[in-house]
């Protein structure tokens, strides 16, 4: 463990090289991610040690499992009934054993590995910054999520204790209230919890995908290119690997929540209000908005990533065409020396987005003079436009982003898990309320 007094940031660049900056594998406490394991204590969801996990899974079976087993067995036979009630404790229950089984098998690879930080030496500076502002902006989008959805349902117990007074003491109608809202608080966020940790994963691919787009006209080497685009695809798929069994559980467990819910909504004589079904709406609101999260997060990623083909392409064609005009002579200090790879410096800029400069032959010089020393060879330009037509080749049959056992979770996947969807929503309706 590093000493907290002298301790350097981990993100931020310092007077150390960045490879010897990013290749520790100890945190310190100061680091910029005391955030990340303040707020994985304070949700008792800290496994990283032996006497820590035991601690988190008591807490977890008190206030999932124990709190609203208990309330409902406390209330008397004569309390209003909840005819949503055991759908809702049973939805949020296994929502939140999802997410902290989740939480524990993926924090056994440290929180720098889990958010990819000791990756972080090949990037460049404003990737690092980047993702620093991300890291602090993630508990934000967590309260966002979370504040509302937890007010929402302070307020709907509040209103349902005072109003039904199971209790004949007024103090134990409030124990139970605080009680169960304390329940939902620590369900929702535990839930929420590992959904925003993964949309924080997946903007920091975003950024080295920007950057490695903005940057691509200026590699001087196919080598380099394609040795880059091969690091982010073993890094995203390693993100997969850790995240498709909680994706495709969460997807699973979403869509048999919201079927029964619409099946028990839908059933003949059934009584639908704010007293009795307004709990089991916010249990829907958050199961949908926390897959909602992470198939977002997924799938862009997943097209930032193959949008580098038609970057590439754009690259490819721009140096193909202006392969006999580029001046090595005089080459433009912005951009690395031409090695045969790379064409104009118009080039670098199209790629880039940025417009592309006209270059006049000069008046009296002769264009078919052979002793011109700014013609590139044409075996030259031959091996360098297969070597690009190689990457282009090789980047369009190998489309990398986040998958989820084999699938690659992009626009068309989603397209069809719509559709499959609905497809059953109006099957279920028709078989209810004879929707055809």
Known sequence: MADTSSAAPLLLPGKKSAA???TRCASHARDELRSFRACLRWMCVDHTSAPRSAGSWAVFFLLAVAAPAAVTLALPPAAPDRPFDG???VSLTLAAALAHLSLASLLRVGLRRLLCIDRLRHDSDEVRAGYTAQLARSFRV????????????????AYWYWDAAPFRSPWWNAAACALDVASWVYRTAVFFMICVLFRVICYLQVLRMVGFAREFGRFADVAVVLEHHRRIRDQLRRISHRYRRFIIFCLVLGTASQFCALLATTRPHARINLATAGELALCSVSLVAGLLVCLHSAAKITHKTQAITSVAAAWHADATIHAFDNDLEDPD???????????????????SGEESDGYDDDDDRSDDSLDDPKLVPFQVNNMCFQKRQALVTYLENNRAGITVYGFVVDRTWLHALFMIEFSLVMWLLGKTVGIS
């Open 333 to 351: 200090p912005a951009l690395p020396a031409a090695t045969g790879y790379l064409a104009p410096p118009n080039a670098y800029r199209v790629a």
């Open 142 to 157: 967590l309260a966002c999520f979370l504040v509302p959805c937890s007010l929402a349902d302070a307020a709907y117990k």
């Open 87 to 89: 759908q809702v404790q």
């Open 20 to 22: 010897a900056q990013y």
